[in-house]
């Protein structure tokens, strides 16, 4: 298994700021992920985090908008960049130490804009 | 296009009964099949695995089933406790190193 640590646990931001989240695995890792969950809805795997290289995008989120970085293979940062309401959700972080295995999560992070 | 569902009701059930959540499937072949627990303000923990070539797989009183044809998947827990209470998620292997999740099924054990 993997210990995953996540900052902050919960944050109440004002429309326009930026609010950046850590991820912190207890070890290496080869996969490191970014998900949304909006309430009442499933996970939507924002992008995936890679090492050494810009991150992969999925459909629907941009750069721009969600900027993370990845200096190592134990931590990534996940910005939220010129927040709206609409970006009220839950962020979470999780790995996996090889292709098909299971994922491990972070305990999210509570974003609420206002 | 793709889609995974869950059943989207509460599903209440009695300690002590077997409660059965379903994981249907379309425009999906994956490789494998996982189900996991979240807990309200938590991040989802791993339960099980399932490959597609396997029928079966059981750890402690949690059994899952993976049928390709059916693109169905049934996760069982026996001998239910208030504990369980949860919401179950199921999530797929999407293609291109990819997880896709369902929705989840919020699972009541009554005591």
């Known amino acids: 298994s993997a210990v995953i640590s996540q900052k902050p646990s919960r944050d109440i931001c004002q429309r326009g700021t930026s609010l950046t989240i850590q991820c912190q695995v207890d070890?290496?890792?080869?996969?490191m992920f970014w998900y949304r969950q909006q309430p009442g809805q499933s996970l939507t795997l924002i992008a995936t985090?890679?090492?050494?290289?810009?991150?992969?995008?999925e459909s629907g989120f941009v750069i721009d908008k969600f900027p993370i970085s990845r200096p190592n293979l134990t931590f990534s940062t996940l910005t939220v960049s010129n927040m709206s309401p609409e970006d009220s959700s839950i962020y979470l972080c999780?790995?996996?130490?090889?292709?098909?295995?299971?994922?491990?999560f972070g305990p999210g992070t509570r974003l609420t804009v206002l | 296009s793709q889609k995974i569902e869950q059943n989207s009701e509460a599903l209440n059930i009695q300690e002590g009964k077997t409660a059965t959540l379903t994981c249907n499937y379309t425009?999906?072949?994956?490789?494998?099949l996982q189900w996991y627990r979240q807990d309200p303000g938590r991040g989802p923990v791993f339960l099980l695995l399932?490959?597609?070539?396997?029928k079966e797989k059981r750890k402690e009183r949690l059994k899952v089933t993976f049928d390709t044809t059916l693109k169905q998947s049934l996760f069982h827990i026996t001998a239910s406790q208030p504990a369980d209470s949860a919401t179950y998620l199921c999530?797929?292997?999407?293609?291109?190193?990819?997880?896709?999740f369902g929705k989840g099924t919020r699972l009541h054990i009554l005591p």
């Open positions: 070890s290496q890792v080869t996969m």
């Open positions: 985090a890679n090492q050494g290289s810009e991150a992969t995008y």
């Open positions: 999530a797929l292997d999407g293609g291109d190193d990819k997880i896709i």
């Open positions: 425009n999906y072949s994956p490789a494998y």
């Open positions: 999780s790995v996996e130490r090889a292709l098909g295995d299971t994922q491990y």
């Open positions: 399932i490959r597609e070539n396997e």
